[in-house]
């Protein structure tokens, strides 16, 4: 049988994934005047930091009291809390309303928020940029010639369509689009995470103490620790996973969380949410121009700017992104946003994946690609 392709037409830029990342390259390259089309494979946007529960939003300062990251970053922190509650200090304007604090942050630019609430939010937010958005579409494919971009083919319910562009984003968190257009890529491991958000009530009296509504979210993670202990028997890190070692990933989480929970009282607890995303951390980036490797005193001539660092112990730490970790100049008109960046040191690789560094990464990727680098 043969498979006909409909003929979509023309896209300035074409962005896949709405991701954090996605969603703020998607906007960056409207602000500047590009017909933009963002591409995403389920039906809400926000990637792992709403579907996959994240609900933290990792500092903008530098844990000194020093803001480093704004633009797109820090517009998406403020909508983050916009319509819900915040774990924002006053200084950076919260409400304070979650004090007593109890997160390990103290006074960072960072907060909590609603998964569903930000979601929703975020469709406001790329739609009244002037972003079209296709949901429940996947894209499989690029179109190169001569390893130039030409086109993307998507698959949804109209069958397979092929979208017209010479610029392609990819927010995919896997670099799905790049490594299928011939980018050389670098594999992580990840170590087994299910994560969900319930509540009971032990819970709800901590929220009737301060009526904190994030208090009502209690986030449950099975599966192993950063060292792999807990790891399934006969089950790998996860590097470089095949389908049906997602498939094992995801259904041994589900497993071990039904486990825990038929454990309790059935009448005494909810599950509220549970991931629509496997919470894999690093499956694969690009091998870019240039490497970001997270070392302090690493400058570059084509520095897009300056990043912080999330971690406990490394408070004012800062580092400099180079441009060239975000494309490969042997394909050209592809650009990786967010997690999928050139960065294979550990360090690296840490920094970079963080929700308000994959905005940043993003932002710049919608420049640059409105603005023709690499192409
Ligand atoms: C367990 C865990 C805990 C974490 N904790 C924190 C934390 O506390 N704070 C923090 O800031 N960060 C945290 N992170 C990291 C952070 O959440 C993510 O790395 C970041 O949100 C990634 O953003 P992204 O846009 O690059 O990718 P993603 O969020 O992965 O977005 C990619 C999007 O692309 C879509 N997509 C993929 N392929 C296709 C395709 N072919 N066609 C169409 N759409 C496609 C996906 O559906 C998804 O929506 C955590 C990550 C994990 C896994």
Known sequence: MEVKTIDKGYYDVVVVGGGIAGVSASVSASRLGAKVLLIEKQINLGGLATGGLISWYEPLCN???????????????????????????KAYGGTDKSFPRTDRYGDRYATKFSPCVFSLALDEFVISNGVDVLFDTYATYPVTENNSVVGV???NIDGRCLFHTQKIIDATGNALIMQRAGVPCRTGKNYMTYLVHSIDEEVIKEYNNDKCAWKLRKWE???ADRLGKGQPQGMGTFENPTASEVTDFITEGKRRMLEKLKARDRYSYEVMSIPTIPQLRTIRQIVGDADFNGITDETYTDSIGKVSDFRAGKEGSVYQIPKGALYNSQFKGLYAAGRIISA???????VSRVIP???FTGETAGKLAVLGANN
């Open 357 to 359: 560094v994959c905005a």
């Open 63 to 89: 844990g000194k009291g020093e803001q480093i990251i704004g633009g797109i970053a820090e517009e998406l922190i403020k909508l983050s809390v916009k319509y819900s509650y915040d774990s924002l200090p």
């Open 221 to 223: 993670a099975v599966g």
């Open 153 to 155: 083919i998507v698959e």
């Open 344 to 350: 294979p040191t550990h360090d690296g690789w840490e």
